[in-house]
């Protein structure tokens, strides 16, 4: 049915949709890594705490990644899609007010409950809408709007917190520039909640599955309609089939012991049989470039404020940096324009996984992209200086970019649609923890000893890549 609705407009309106809905994504859990050089003084943070903060959104994606998945599983991706992004949106603009570190890091836990419903979805959502042989592109494609976001938020840094202009009262909160930012950075999840609600239709693969074939066939017709706007093609005639749906209600039965059988029952699946090793397989890759790039991402533009005396990253961190204000207040201006370089960077990487995502499989492309992500963070500690330091950023950009692509496109062939949202939503789980012990490891050895959680960064990014070899070849597989 995907086959005879086409290829066209349709999918472009939807790439875009579901693209600015993971570029809101990138901007709301990255924001957070441009407040530290300035949010740490007037919000009175050590490094601990900066650890804590840059966690906290990771803890709720953790909390919001299975629950919403397994949702999606049964209620549909699109109403999960427009809750998520919502409460994502809402809570993530109200930390902008908080006056107090724990209220800003409660509200700040609560929007990632919103992103780790929404980041898993959004890839099954778009993956059941593509025909077989231009999955992989799509897919890719899809991915490399994540690069749009990351570079929005380094942007958006940029011109708004070094700016004296946005610093005015409301009362006792002293509104300093970052707070400007954290709103505006709530804006694309809001907007994007807004479109799937009045442009998108459900996935008409889960309506099949589900048993409501009759709104399925209206939703091809859609499809159909846009795709071959203005060729002239006739409507092809669509027949329902019998058959069975394996949805249950979530909420018809009262008995616990049923409802955690239906909870806990995909991870059971996913663990059994054929799935078992590549389940196990894709558990330890997402751990470690989870750990990897998360708990080092985040803590770029403190580490480059820290540096613009010159000399290593791990260099002069024996001496914690004052909180006092003078120590943040002129902002330094270059910090957000490295933030911005490295975010760019992220483009070759993206535009080489959709020109050969398709040609070598993601496999291929998750396992060589760790091991190169592994040399070049290995190198970041070698290094003396802060323009090498910067260079071998810029390449762990565009390489670990090159890995989130595969894994996002591997993540949709590997499972069956009953089990797709509910196994990235789980993965997506299992990341988070690790992103909270990168980002705690960081913050706790960040002023005593930095070559630690680097180190470990690079060695875990190693183990990732060999782990990856164990997968199945997925290139050009029909969704089951």
Known sequence: AVLLSGFGLFHWLLLLVCGWANASDAVEILCVSFLLPTARCDLLLSSSDMGLLTASIFLGMMV????????????????????????????????????????????????????????????????????????????????????????????????????????????????????????????????SAILFRVLMPESPKFLMEAGREKEAIRVFQAMFKMNMWGKGKNLPVWTERCSYSHQSSLFGRMDTCILCRQVFGPIKQMFNGSLKSRSIALLIVFYCISFGYYGLWMWFPELFERMENGGSPCANMSVPPLLQNHSCYPVKTAVYAEGFIIAASNLPGNIFSILMIDRLGGKALLSGSLLASSLSIFLIYVVQTKVQSLILS??????????????????????????????????????????????????????????????????????????????????????T
């Open 394 to 479: 810029c390449v762990f950009s565009g390489v670990s970019v090159i890995t989130w692509n595969a894994l996002d496109v591997l993540g949709t062939e590997l499972y069956p649609t009953q089990l797709r949202s509910s196994a990235l939503g789980f993965f997506t789980g299992v990341g988070r923890v690790a992103a909270i012990m990168g980002n705690v490891a960081f913050g706790r050895l960040m002023d005593t000893n930095c070559a630690v959680p680097v180190l470990l960064v690079s060695a875990l990014l190693l183990t990732g890549g060999l782990v990856a070899l164990v997968l199945p070849q997925t290139r050009q597989t029909e969704l």
């Open 64 to 191: 919001g990644g299975y629950t919403w998945g397994y949702l999606a599983d049964r209620r549909g991706r699109r109403r999960v899609l427009v809750v998520s992004l919502t409460v994502n949106g809402v809570f993530g603009g109200l930390a902008a007010v908080a006056p107090w570190f724990w209220l800003f890091l409660l509200l700040r836990f609560i929007s990632g409950i919103g992103v780790g419903g929404s980041i898993p979805v959004i890839f099954s959502y778009f993956s059941e809408f593509m025909p077989r042989l231009r999955r992989g592109a799509m897919i890719s494609a899809l991915a490399t709007f994540w690069m749009a976001g990351n570079i929005l938020a380094a942007g958006l840094a940029w011109l708004v917190i070094p700016r004296t202009w946005a610093h005015f009262s409301l009362g006792t909160l002293d509104f300093q520039s970052w707070r400007l930012f954290v709103v505006l950075c709530s804006v694309p999840s809001l907007s």
